[in-house]
């Protein structure tokens, strides 16, 4: 008996797993706000330079830039007369005075004038809160593995809560950076143990169903954000607003029960056990959890106690050609995805269509492609699903480059569609590296396409700097960089209806049989054929 078939006794699919999907989802719902905060906390309003203190009343004159509007960091040393045709020029200076900012919200950038030449410091600080998400999965991963999925669960609400709070009331932008740095340190200390903590408590035959639904919470949490933006219009209330209601989940996740496989693993069997009979009693088979031993427990536990008394490292990924194959095409479409998600993601406001429409656009993507990924991955495979997720994204971003900035609207479906490949491609990659690499090595797996794809993530925003040198230089690069992550995924074997590998040998094998099964694909089929044989006379019916 596995421990899904065990799980089956005591209620694989009952109130309590309604009750653990909601005490573990409701908590994504945020994620989304801390994530894509600084689409609204960040906007750049319209500004100019603030005139000197001893300007004379009237209208102040600015200079124009080559394009005929308004220099925004630029103003005269000497006024010319506002009478005077606007086209007229004369010497000019910086703002030495500050800016004022035309807008109805504030934001970081207002507050602490991150325009002009401090303008790369507002892609900085959404860096540092990457960096925060790539380092705190090094650290979370390994401190969960010590104290337990739940205590780092719980913690790390209890992180956010304290570093998103604090941050609303930073008093300069290097306290925000620190703050923020340390909100996505939690932010993976919480999507660790949940994706693990998912699909523990359901039999395998739902957890594609629970990490679905989980994943929509997520989606979900992108509708809110701009009715929130919408409706608290100070960047300071609204950091405040998305990060105190986890001072509540952090109390609330005390509920949340304990991954049982780790419980065993640590050597809390007798823990594990009581947990399995009070979820048999909350489901209503209370009978069928007092049958449970601590043997039988062990028993089926077996498996994943000898995989883990085997010690495995990263060193290990590189043992044999397939497992290099796979190291390094994942890699590449893991950095390739969170690079380009996150240049589309967080460049809302360079569409120049309403931002909290757009951004309510954005989210509603997520919601077909995740189904039609599905339905792809089911039917046509992960391989092509993936590649022709990358591609498709590669092509719409290099495609922005070419079209017009007067054609806002078609840029914008450009962004949005790519946008949906992308998130497609997500969906696909996080199934598809669990199937690719043996059980013995998986965890190590998924860490290292993890950290890819937040080491893209990080460094996404920095790209747009180079903006400066030429405005397409960053979609040059954002959709090459998925054309190539894609190209890579076309390397992958595939893993559709095919048993997952537990060691590096079965591996080996296995790939072995796949690209046996390419060369020749009707032996393959001709193989799955059952012959008819010839039956006993004496079976005939008369």
Same mark, same amino acid.
């Given at each position: 008996m596995t421990f899904s078939e065990l799980l089956d006794r005591v209620g694989g699919v009952g109130p309590f797993q309604l009750l653990h999907l909601t005490l573990i989802g409701l908590p994504v719902l945020g994620m989304a706000n801390h994530n894509l905060l600084q689409i609204f906390t960040a906007i750049t309003p319209v500004h100019h330079c603030r005139p #000197? #203190?001893?300007?004379?009343?009237? #209208?102040?004159v600015l200079p124009t830039g080559p394009d005929g509007k308004p220099e925004k960091c630029l103003r005269f040393i000497h006024p010319p007369n506002a009478s005077l045709p606007n086209g007229t020029q004369g010497a000019t200076e910086p703002c030495l005075d500050g800016w004022t900012y035309i807008s109805s919200r504030d934001s970081i950038v207002s507050e602490?004038?991150?325009v002009c030449d401090s303008y790369k410091?507002? !892609?900085?600080?959404?860096?540092? +809160?990457?960096?925060?998400?790539? &380092? /705190? *999965?090094?650290? +979370? *991963?390994? =401190?969960?593995?010590?104290? *337990?999925?739940? %205590? &780092?669960?719980s913690w790390s609400y209890l992180l956010l809560a304290a570093s998103g709070s604090s941050a609303a009331f930073s008093p300069n932008f290097h306290a925000y950076l620190v703050f923020r740095f340390l909100t996505g340190c939690s932010m993976s200390?919480?999507?660790?143990? %949940?994706?693990?903590?998912?699909? !523990?408590?359901?039999?395998?035959r739902v957890r594609a169903i629970q990490s679905t639904a989980v994943g929509y919470c997520y989606t979900i949490g992108q509708f809110v954000l701009p009715g929130l933006a919408y409706a608290i219009p100070q960047w300071r209330w609204l950091q405040l607003t998305v990060s105190v209601p986890y001072f509540i989940v952090f109390l609330w996740s005390w509920w949340v029960a304990e991954s049982v496989s780790w419980m065993v693993l640590s050597g809390r069997s007798s823990k594990a056990l009581k947990t399995l009979k009070w979820v048999a009693a909350f489901n209503g088979k209370k009978e069928e959890g007092e049958k449970l031993t601590l043997e039988e427990l062990k028993l089926n536990l077996q498996k994943e106690i000898t995989l883990a008394k085997a010690k495995y490292s990263v060193v290990d990924l590189f043992r044999t050609p397939i497992l290099r194959l796979v190291l390094f095409c994942l890699s590449l479409a893991w950095f390739a995805t969170g690079f380009a998600y996150y240049s589309l993601a967080m460049g809302v406001e360079d569409? *120049?269509?309403? =931002?909290?429409?757009?951004? &309510?656009? +954005?989210? /509603?993507?997520?919601v077909p492609s995740k189904f039609v990924s599905v339905l792809s991955m089911s039917y046509l495979g992960r391989r092509i699903t993936q590649a022709a997720s990358l591609l498709l994204a590669g092509g719409s971003i290099l495609a922005l480059t070419l079209v017009p900035s007067d054609l806002q609207t078609l840029k914008t479906v450009l962004a949005v569609f790519g946008k949906g490949c992308l998130s497609s491609s997500f969906s696909c990659l996080f199934l598809y590296t669990s199937e690719l690499y043996p059980t013995v090595i998986r965890q190590t797996g998924l860490g290292v396409s993890n950290l890819w794809t937040r080491v893209g993530s990080m460094l996404a925003p920095l790209m747009k700097i180079l903006a400066e040198v030429q405005p397409f230089i960053p979609n040059v690069i954002y959709g090459v960089m998925a054309l190539l992550g894609g190209s890579a995924a076309l390397f992958l074997p595939e893993t559709l209806n095919r048993h997952l590998p537990e060691t590096i040998e079965d591996m080996e094998n296995w790939s072995q049989q796949a690209k046996e099964t390419e060369k020749d694909p009707e032996g393959e089929k001709a193989s799955q054929r059952i012959p008819l044989q010839p039956c006993d006379p004496g079976l005939v019916p008369s």
């Amino acid at each position: 008996m596995t421990f899904s078939e065990l799980l089956d006794r005591v209620g694989g699919v009952g109130p309590f797993q309604l009750l653990h999907l909601t005490l573990i989802g409701l908590p994504v719902l945020g994620m989304a706000n801390h994530n894509l905060l600084q689409i609204f906390t960040a906007i750049t309003p319209v500004h100019h330079c603030r005139p #000197p #203190p001893n300007a004379s009343a009237g #209208p102040w004159v600015l200079p124009t830039g080559p394009d005929g509007k308004p220099e925004k960091c630029l103003r005269f040393i000497h006024p010319p007369n506002a009478s005077l045709p606007n086209g007229t020029q004369g010497a000019t200076e910086p703002c030495l005075d500050g800016w004022t900012y035309i807008s109805s919200r504030d934001s970081i950038v207002s507050e602490w004038d991150l325009v002009c030449d401090s303008y790369k410091l507002k !892609e900085l600080a959404q860096s540092i +809160f990457m960096a925060g998400v790539l &380092i /705190g *999965g090094i650290v +979370f *991963g390994n =401190l969960s593995d010590r104290f *337990g999925r739940k %205590t &780092i669960l719980s913690w790390s609400y209890l992180l956010l809560a304290a570093s998103g709070s604090s941050a609303a009331f930073s008093p300069n932008f290097h306290a925000y950076l620190v703050f923020r740095f340390l909100t996505g340190c939690s932010m993976s200390g919480i999507t660790l143990s %949940t994706v693990i903590l998912n699909v !523990e408590w359901v039999p395998t035959r739902v957890r594609a169903i629970q990490s679905t639904a989980v994943g929509y919470c997520y989606t979900i949490g992108q509708f809110v954000l701009p009715g929130l933006a919408y409706a608290i219009p100070q960047w300071r209330w609204l950091q405040l607003t998305v990060s105190v209601p986890y001072f509540i989940v952090f109390l609330w996740s005390w509920w949340v029960a304990e991954s049982v496989s780790w419980m065993v693993l640590s050597g809390r069997s007798s823990k594990a056990l009581k947990t399995l009979k009070w979820v048999a009693a909350f489901n209503g088979k209370k009978e069928e959890g007092e049958k449970l031993t601590l043997e039988e427990l062990k028993l089926n536990l077996q498996k994943e106690i000898t995989l883990a008394k085997a010690k495995y490292s990263v060193v290990d990924l590189f043992r044999t050609p397939i497992l290099r194959l796979v190291l390094f095409c994942l890699s590449l479409a893991w950095f390739a995805t969170g690079f380009a998600y996150y240049s589309l993601a967080m460049g809302v406001e360079d569409f *120049g269509v309403d =931002l909290y429409l757009l951004q &309510i656009v +954005f989210a /509603g993507a997520d919601v077909p492609s995740k189904f039609v990924s599905v339905l792809s991955m089911s039917y046509l495979g992960r391989r092509i699903t993936q590649a022709a997720s990358l591609l498709l994204a590669g092509g719409s971003i290099l495609a922005l480059t070419l079209v017009p900035s007067d054609l806002q609207t078609l840029k914008t479906v450009l962004a949005v569609f790519g946008k949906g490949c992308l998130s497609s491609s997500f969906s696909c990659l996080f199934l598809y590296t669990s199937e690719l690499y043996p059980t013995v090595i998986r965890q190590t797996g998924l860490g290292v396409s993890n950290l890819w794809t937040r080491v893209g993530s990080m460094l996404a925003p920095l790209m747009k700097i180079l903006a400066e040198v030429q405005p397409f230089i960053p979609n040059v690069i954002y959709g090459v960089m998925a054309l190539l992550g894609g190209s890579a995924a076309l390397f992958l074997p595939e893993t559709l209806n095919r048993h997952l590998p537990e060691t590096i040998e079965d591996m080996e094998n296995w790939s072995q049989q796949a690209k046996e099964t390419e060369k020749d694909p009707e032996g393959e089929k001709a193989s799955q054929r059952i012959p008819l044989q010839p039956c006993d006379p004496g079976l005939v019916p008369s």
